[in-house]
């Protein structure tokens, strides 16, 4: 009798820690909802907007579509890079079951939607936004920023150039966080490096005519012209071809530029750049293989945004698949304890400050020469190791770090 009520017992506290833990692993919702919050149609649609939503789209089709009966769900919407509208929509998606946002688009609007992660505890897959703030004093504990930053690609811009030349620069920055991120962080470095800085303007998003800019740059006594308006680089790197500053002996630097600039602007105006990126179609056979499907469907090659998007979105599902649950903190936490190693990046890791770290690479752009076709755009130059490219932790403002 008493080995009965014992075995019973047991058997009836096995039951009950069972059901506990099938109750705490379950996604609740009853689908998998991930809106792609993002330009769909202004100046930065083409390095993020419809090509971020197929990317993710891509990663959703690699679970079949569905993890655990749940079907995963791809939103999209445009925030039209407006922060006061970006948090309008994040707000709705969430009050209707959204669980994670991908992209974020321009770093004012993930900055607006960084906020309401931090409070809700929802996923922030941060792609296109490049503010250093978003893992320094601004980082939230659900929110990862997976692509470029500003402190990598300016320290990183900033090396290469100065390893042959010392000259002055002169900015022309994008009045918005990013640019101002950008011009402060190289600021510091060609300080580092002995440089100086001649001179510098700020322009506002879809600035039509650079030149005014152009002017003073020439006047300042500059060699080395920065290009840092994201979104408009095309538009100010064809003006200053225009302007004939390259023949004059001034080195255009483009600050943040990617193969979607190149195809704009051409290989001629391009032609020998350096640029700081972490994806191009030829770094392995898993990035060929994936840009060959995104173009098959988009007729681009990805950028490194929207492909840091699939990236992104790939991981989440991953952690959501392993653990069977959809709530926003303990997914993260099986985010951070996987490695991240797809198409995109094959030695990844998020770290305290939710700095998604990975390899750069310093990439020149061909001459028409050189270029093989269509999108041949970029020969490498070096990789660029995690440890070197990234802010190092014990410089950083993250509330999180040493936690």
């Known amino acids: 009798m008493g080995t009965t009520r014992t075995t019973s017992t047991a058997i009836l ?5 069972l059901a506990g833990s099938a109750a705490r692993a379950e996604i609740k919702g009853d689908a998998i909802r991930i809106g792609v919050l993002t330009d769909m149609n202004g100046v930065f649609a083409t390095a993020m907007g419809p090509g971020s939503v197929e990317a993710a789209r891509m990663a959703a089709e690699e679970f079949g579509g569905k993890i655990k009966g749940k079907p995963i769900e791809i ?8 922060p006061d509208l970006a948090a309008s929509l994040a707000r709705k998606w969430f009050s209707d079951g959204v669980q994670a946002i991908a992209d974020g688009g321009s770093s004012g609007a993930a900055l607006a939607v960084q906020e309401l992660v931090r409070g809700n505890g929802k996923i ?23 692509t470029q930053d500003a402190y990598s690609t300016a320290t990183a811009v900033v090396s290469g150039i100065m390893q042959t030349s010392k000259e002055p620069w002169f900015f022309i920055t994008g009045d918005y966080a990013f640019g101002h991120s950008i011009e402060a962080t190289a600021r510091d470095r060609i300080a580092a490096l002995g440089g100086k800085v001649a001179g510098s303007v700020k322009a506002q998003l879809g600035t039509p005519d650079y030149s005014s800019f152009l002017l003073q740059a020439q006047s300042s006594g500059a060699k080395i012209l920065a290009i840092n308006v994201a979104g408009d680089n095309a538009t100010a790197i064809k003006q200053a071809e225009e302007f004939g500053l390259a023949d004059q002996g001034m ?3 483009p600050m943040s530029f990617q193969n979607v600039d190149i195809e704009a602007v051409g290989l001629k105006a391009t032609r020998g750049d350096l640029i700081v990126t972490s994806f191009f179609e030829d770094v392995s056979p898993a990035a060929r293989k994936f840009s060959d499907a995104f173009y098959a469907r988009r007729k681009a090659m990805p950028s490194q945004i929207q492909a840091g998007v699939y990236s992104a979105v790939r991981h989440y599902l991953q952690a959501v698949k ?5 709530e926003g903190p303990v997914v993260m936490a099986k985010m951070r304890a996987m490695p991240v190693s797809d198409a995109y990046t094959t030695n990844g890791r998020i770290r305290e400050d939710q700095r998604m770290v990975h390899d750069l690479y310093l990439v020149q752009v061909k001459t028409p020469e050189e270029s093989r076709g269509p999108w041949d755009f970029v020969k490498l130059v070096a990789t660029i190791p995690p440890d070197q490219a990234f802010r190092p932790l014990d410089r950083s403002k993250c509330s999180l770090v040493g936690k």
């Open 124 to 146: 922030f897959l941060v792609s296109g936004a490049g503010a250093n703030q978003l893992t320094d004093e601004a980082c939230a504990p659900t929110s990862v920023q997976w």
């Open 251 to 253: 080195k255009i630097v």
């Open 13 to 17: 506290l096995i039951t009950l820690a």
């Open 75 to 82: 939103l999209q919407a445009d925030h039209q890079n407006k």
């Open 322 to 326: 392993d653990i069977d649950s959809d």
